[in-house]
Structure formats: structure tokens, C-alpha cells
């Protein structure tokens, strides 16, 4: 086997119905591939519709099932491990491949047979869901990848990103611990043991997201939360930068600019401006400049609130462990 496309998958059952005609029908170009599903407890009829796809594409589609564990990490794991290509392409369950997904990172990892050579694919949103106020939270900056020399931990995007499953099984794999950011997690444990990751735009698919607005803050804390955990993992001065923290590592001058943000961020988000918003049209069900400025508001708020959750549940820690630890002053997203 050449590839093994490793997919965890949670509740999805009805996406799945598009998902795997397409996941079945790629393009390889004379590679062989197969599908791993790994179903992270989920209660819909995800199993079903699995176990039906396994009978009708024997030896292509193969599923797991594993007790819930509230993040991808460990279907990804399990999936890896079960792979038999030499390539691994991790994708998510809401991302729709084209037909050349496959051939494409095949191609890639042909062309550089190094073991720590890694590639993210890309993914989009596609047009028919563009005007729902929800992809705002779904797009990569993949202009910014474009332009850049050189990719680091922090685009190991695991929407669409393949590795030699061999490299992973020595010096990755995912910190099952972790239920978010896990991906730059598991990309700076590669990175440290030599990864180079390129940019392979031709390796593409639609992402189908299922963000409602009802869960937005939800998400904002969510993410807060485990921002905190992961740059506790990697204090790295480049991820803090990247991620719009305060910190003693930055320039002053950075962290001046910063708090000015933060203040001007938290007189403007108010029932007021909130309100107004709504009236201008951020409510609506069509993406407009005024749903996105109600909608990243919402999310700041929360990202925020969530950040010093974790802060705080760290500091706690620290004290009834008796040790006085490096206080992190002031952080956050700005």
C-alpha cells in the first residue's frame, strides 16, 4: 500500500454520505491507497453508515471505534497505527476531497522520498457556503503560506496534511492529552526531530463546515483554553507572536501595542455595539463586514475569558504543588 488516508470522525454521519463517494473515487494515477475511518464514540448512526461502506469497498475502507475522548488526538493515533501505506494523509470528517487529493501528496512524497518531509494540502470553503456568517471562522491563511520561505510547526494543519507514517510513529504522533491545538503540538514534536514541511496547494478540499452561530462562544473559550495549555507546552517567543499574546518573552514595544489593543477591544465590545451590529445586519443568516465584526467580537470575549480560566486554573495548581513557577502576567489573545 502506498497511502493510507486517516480520518477521525465524530457525529458526521450524514456529511459521511458525501465524504466517502468522493474519498472512493480519487484519481491515483496507478498509487494505491486505502481509508481509515476511526470513530471517536460517537451516538449517531456514524457506525452504520461505516460498516456499510466497509462491506461495499472491501480492502479500500476500513473503520474503527474507539471509547469518546472528546478530541482527535486518539483516532488519529489508532488510524496511524493501523495504517499499511508508507504515506499517512490526515484529513478531517468535514473536508470533501477533490479528485486528486490523493495523487497529489502521493505525488509530493514520490518526488521527496526524505523521511522528514511532511505537506499540507489545502482546503476551502466552497462558494455555496461562503455567504453563511460561519465560514469567517473556517478560512486558512494560505496567501500568508504562499509567501512564505519557509513553513514551520505552527501550519501543521491536520484539515489536510500528510507524513511518512514511519517518521510520525518515531517522532510524532498525538499528545492524547491534548483536545485542541494538538496539531501544532504534534507538528513541533516532528519539527524538533527534523521535519520539513512544504506548502502542496494542488492537494485540495472543500471544507464543509458545520460551525452555527449558537456556537460560537463556545468555541472562543474552547480555543482560550487550550491556547493558554499549548503555549504553556511551547513557550516559544514565534508562537506567541503568532498568536497575539502578552508576554514578558516579546519586545516591550510589542506588548505596548498589545495592551492598547486589549484596552480599545474591551471598551468597544458592549450591549451597545453589539446591539448596533445586530441592527446593521450582523444577525442576519448572510455574511456581510458587520456579521464578521460581531462575530470575531464574540469570539475575542470568550477566547479571553477562556485564556484566563487556564491561567488561573495554572497559577492554582502551581500553589497547591508548593512551587512558585514563572508567573504569566498580563497574557492572552489581543
Known sequence: MDVSVV???YNRAGL??????????????????????????????TESVLREAAERHP???????????????????????????????ILDDDVLPDPELVARHADF???????????IGEVYVPPEMLDDP???FHLFPYDEVRRLEKLCYLHFWTCNV????????????????????????CGHRLETNGMQLHFVPEAR??????????????????????????????PDPVAMMRFGVIA??????????????RAVFRMADNPLTAAALRLAGAGGKRRNRFSDIYYRMVFRRNLLAGFRQAEQEAKRKRAEAGTAGAEWVNRGES
Open 109 to 119: 512524497h514520490r518526488r521527496h522520498a526524505e523521511a522528514t518531509a511532511a505537506a
Open 205 to 234: 478540499g472543500q471544507h464543509l463546515h458545520q460551525l452555527k452561530p449558537e456556537g460560537v462562544p463556545s468555541k472562543g473559550l474552547f480555543t482560550g483554553l487550550w491556547l493558554h495549555r499549548f503555549l504553556a507546552e511551547v
Open 248 to 261: 514578558p518573552e516579546l519586545p516591550p514595544a510589542v506588548r505596548m501595542r498589545r495592551r492598547v489593543s
Open 134 to 136: 460561519m465560514s469567517l
Open 162 to 185: 500528510s507524513v511518512k507514517r514511519e517518521f510520525m510513529l518515531r517522532g510524532g504522533m498525538f499528545n492524547e492529552k491534548f483536545l485542541y491545538y494538538e496539531d501544532m503540538l
Open 59 to 89: 480492502g479500500k475502507l476500513r473503520y474503527f471505534v474507539i471509547a469518546p475522548t472528546g478530541g482527535p488526538s486518539a483516532p488519529r493515533n489508532r488510524g496511524i497505527r493501523e495504517a499499511t501505506g508508507n504515506v499517512v494523509i
Open 16 to 45: 459521511l454520505g458525501r465524504t466517502i463517494p468522493a474519498l472512493m473515487a480519487q484519481r491515483t494515477e496507478g498509487y494505491e491507497y486505502e481509508v481509515i475511518f476511526v470513530s471517536n464514540g460517537a451516538t449517531d448512526h
Open 7 to 9: 480520518i477521525p470522525t
